[in-house]
């Protein structure tokens, strides 16, 4: 083979190992960021009316559901790598960014308080990403 063709062959080798591997860990390790972010907006105490409006992220009351958030480590291969942001052992954490019915008898309804992947991360989580797989690329 060309000495092109052979740069071409060590460069997809890098975008399929080490570089999708830290753009998938830098994206999800943006999402987390981003999450905490929103989760840490705003508390109010315990037994108190909720600041936040429907639509707007939970107020924090302990920082347990803020706390839970992590980000894993990339997985995968061959061009195909995954890593995955969000609350963890958190009961609740649903129903916070959701919405539903809850309490005793099913006789409370929450409003959705999204801090999940909203559309104003998507650039930074790209941003980050993609920053991280050109820097493994060496470019």
Do not use: C
């Not at 963890?88 to 008898?105: M, P």
Request: no cysteine.
């Amino acid at each position: 083979m060309s000495e092109a063709g052979d740069r071409l062959r060590r460069l997809a080798e890098r975008a399929d190992g080490p570089a999708g591997k830290a753009a998938a860990g830098a994206g999800a390790e943006a999402l987390r960021d981003a999450m905490k972010r929103k989760l840490g907006q705003r508390g109010h105490p315990r037994g108190t009316p909720t600041p936040s409006a429907p639509g707007t992220p939970p107020a924090r009351i302990s920082g347990a559901l803020e706390g839970s958030v992590t980000a894993s480590a990339a997985t995968g291969g061959g061009g195909v790598w995954r890593a995955h942001s969000g609350p963890h052992g958190i009961v609740y954490a649903a129903i916070q960014n959701y919405g539903g019915v809850a309490g005793r008898h099913h006789a409370s309804h929450l409003p959705p308080r999204p801090y999940q992947a909203l559309d104003s991360d998507r650039g930074a989580v790209s941003r980050a990403a993609a920053d991280a797989f050109h820097h493994a690329m060496g470019v």
